[in-house]
């Protein structure tokens, strides 16, 4: 680490060298653009000609400049990207107010190897994320698009508009589009490097881009190409001290966090709840030490990316110009966490063993009914129902996800006439993830080690078996038994997307009665062909071979097309009028029929449509409103994702404790569920709050359906205080015959809801199955189905509140002056699993069953002063206060104990207060062709909010905080430079 740390420092040293050589001379102050609406200040849309030579204006596919929109955009732009040191657009996505976090390099156990941005909170798969406007190859069997493909280099600016935006650019943009649009006819060069560091020492993360590009044949064509290298560290969770213990959230006791520790546990027949091995007296007894696996996590996860981008255009003649742009990205993304072993996994060991004790031997016997004595020390098979070991000795779990992605576009551009041109692309794209899991425990070894009758050879004596020691404490694995246990996985899934786009767009010729402008158009179709497979190898296949890796993961192989034509008009009513400078409607319509491409799974259409308008009645000041009915078509994991068994999370277990003994109805539903009836009284809540659950896609699903509104006004007061842009905007949307499943809590409340008159043999009940020695709902997933979680067209989700946008900028002589506020108050954030469930409120609330953390009230905040050649900015970031979901047993409040180096402190994990985030950077254009910037994050170096280590989902409850949300890695410093010719 240290000399690639010294490598990284270098390249940086080497670049700003270069830069200093440079011929000095006043550089153009270029104002920020940090989330600001979409217009200049006169209100007109902020377009951009990419390379292709299309005008992007996102939210419409009418591409005349001078036509506005009724969507609200927000942007940002390449100097906002400059002055964050972007890495990733992931990084950058989840801090809008607009969006929530989704995965992304702060989550490590949940992570599949890309990044995502989930706007409104409505989930991941219900946005569209576009590259100048059009589709690149999704990720994986859900239909997202990988952030971390997207070459930042070229960026000129993100366009976010949160609303429907399914009639411009198709299913899956339900809750909005982010569109990245390249910057257009680039020539010349352009090299950045940057490197950042936190203040404790870690999370090196370098990086360096190389652009070239350059006009040709006097002009008519302009060709560009971008390369790119990253690579990060990671940041391990022992290195903080809120986060090296593992945290109950419901005791606020330091003591571990998981039951699969070491020395081994195993649950008896007729025993109460689990007993561990005490290597002093060789015996069984009642458990004492569970493992802390927070000092083998990651807050930050290790990253190494290669992209490389190229376009190009032509202009054959005055009416003809062929384009093409490439596409090519190989990143690597691992997560780490704590060690593997053997996780309530039932297995046999003969009473000969000679690593297994006397007394234990004489337990387990016991437990199993076999008679004590020769019959128990022979060579009989004693069964162990449910064994928990961690194996230490094999080091933490490592999941290598190494993606690569390639996406081509070739197109060709008519101008039919002076007012009107036709657009016509192909395009096909792969992406590739492979998983090497590495770090695991193979079930099928353990067995086939623990057959053994002495400690040399194994019964059964092929693939090098070493006879396992099970019994002692950590360490008494050796080396040779680690390595025969030890095995790696792979898992690849692949995607393709081929696509075939025309669009015809242009003007009437003729304009209304009291306007000028022509009436606008697009008219168009589209074919887009999807397929997916998931290839697992033969142990991936198994449930519970690889220890702690969840269920099985089974085979995919699905597609489905889908043929689609659309239309849109502006139509300009009123120009130039008293009280009508421009009054402006616009409507849109698409229509998709669907095949799915498996053997007696139906097609369907589906039809979109959009009204809008907008009125200025004077040059200051404009409203404008839109309304959507969007449609998202099942994507293929939705549709072709075999049933299996993996984890959720869900803190209490009705079944837990004493209650089932003092409530007959409730006793006998947990024992219509499997438990057995010598444990009822004793059953413990799952497993590190991780109890399994059964699910996977559904051929009959149909496309859910969702009604977008958005209504706001666009103030820019130049006789009174000129250089202010105010806007706000109200959205509404609401998603009906959501595909979803219901949530844990859900799932119970509809058997336990009332526990008095619920009844045990009802189809709620008996479609929860437990382990059937333990009771618990957590244990092996080849035998613990725990939750039914089908997919179905049964949900509704609907989410409200208010944008609010302020841009100022003001020359005050001694500096240029940018003040921009971008804040999001969400009223509300509805999720109800079907008609009967509970309607669950996730604003302002976090748990298992609200995943990510969405505040009521968020902002950023950024104040930049320029003082000629060099621009200093603060960046505020607000994240209102959270609490822990109403309805639920409470999480612990007090003084938090055990072996922590924060024991003692006092914390309310009920609650959560309002953060605030400064962040303070300076770019210094020291040469006509040379800058560099210098960036601290989290200036006040705060310490995330500890809320234990079960409040919330584990991908993004972790390390006793919500990483993704709160910054858990503290100060950080980074640096960058760029050389530009």
Known sequence: MKTNARVRLLASTLLMGAGFVATSAQAQVIAQDQAVEQTNADGSPVTTETSQGDIVVTGTLIRNPNLVSSSPVAVVGREELTLRQTNTAEEVLRQLPGAVPSIGTAVNNGNGGASFVNLRNLGSNRNLVLLDGKRIATAG??????????????????????????????????????????????????????????????????????????????????????????????????????????????????????????????????????LQVNPGSNLLVAPYQDFNFSPYNIFFTPFKRYNMYGSAHYDVSDTVTVYTRGLFSKNRVSTIIAPSGIFGESLTIPGSNPYLPAGIRDQLCSAAGIALGATCNSNTAIPMPEVYRRTVELGPRVSEYETTLFDYTAGIRLNLTKSMNLDVYGSYGESQNTQTQSGYVLRSR???????????????????CVPLNLFGQAGSISPGQAAFLNGQSTITTKTQLSQVHALLNGDFGFASPAASTPISFAVGAEYRDYGAQRIPDAYALVPGELGGAGGAVLPV????????????????????????????????????????????????????????????PIADFKLRGNYQRAVRAPNIGELFAPVSTYLVNLTVDPCAGTAPTANANLRAICLAQGAPAAVIGTIQSPASGQPNATGGGNPNIRPEVADTFTVGAILTPRTLVEGLTISVDYFNIKINQAITAATPADILAACFGNVTAASATSTACTSIRRSATTGRLSGSSATVGGLPQPLTNLGRIATDGIDLGVDYRRDLGFAKLNLNFQGTWTNSNTFQASPSSVVRECVGYYSANCLTIQPKFAWNQRTTLTFGDVDLSLLWRHIDTVRYEPGLTPLFSGAITGNTPIAGQNWNFNRIKAYNYLDLGTRIRAAENFEFTILVTNLLDKQPPIVGSNAGSTSYNSGNTYPSTYDAVGRGFRVGARVHF
């Open 141 to 274: 069997l859900d239909g997202q698009t990988d952030l971390n493909n997207i070459p930042l280099a070229l960026l000129e600016r993100m366009d976010v508009l949160t609303g429907g935006a399914s009639t411009s650019y198709g299913a899956d943009a339900v809750s909005g589009v982010v569109n990245f649009v390249t910057r257009s006819d680039f020539a010349g060069v352009d090299a950045t490097a940057s490197q950042q560091i936190s203040q404790r020492g870690d999370g090196n993360y370098f990086r360096a881009d190389l652009t070239i590009g350059a006009n040709f044949d006097d002009g008519r064509g302009n060709a560009v190409f971008s390369v790119g290298y990253q690579e990060a560290d990671p940041i391990y969770q022992g290195d903080r001290p809120y986060a090296s213990s593992t945290i109950s959230s419901t005791t606020g006791r330091a003591a571990g966090g998981s039951p699969t520790s070491v020395p081994a546990s195993f649950a008896l027949a007729g025993q109460s709840g689990l």
């Open 446 to 464: 353990v067995q086939q080690a623990l057959n053994a009758t002495n400690t040399t050879t194994c019964t059964v004596t092929t693939n090098g």
């Open 557 to 616: 192989n699905g597609g489905f097309n889908v043929t689609e034509f659309f239309g849109e008009v502006i139509a300009p009513l009123v120009e130039d009028k008293p009280f009508f400078r421009n009054l402006t409607v616009e409507g849109g319509i698409r229509q998709s029929r669907y095949k799915i491409d498996a053997a007696g799974n139906p097609s369907f259409n589906a039809t979109t449509w959009k009204a809008g308008g907008s009125w200025e």
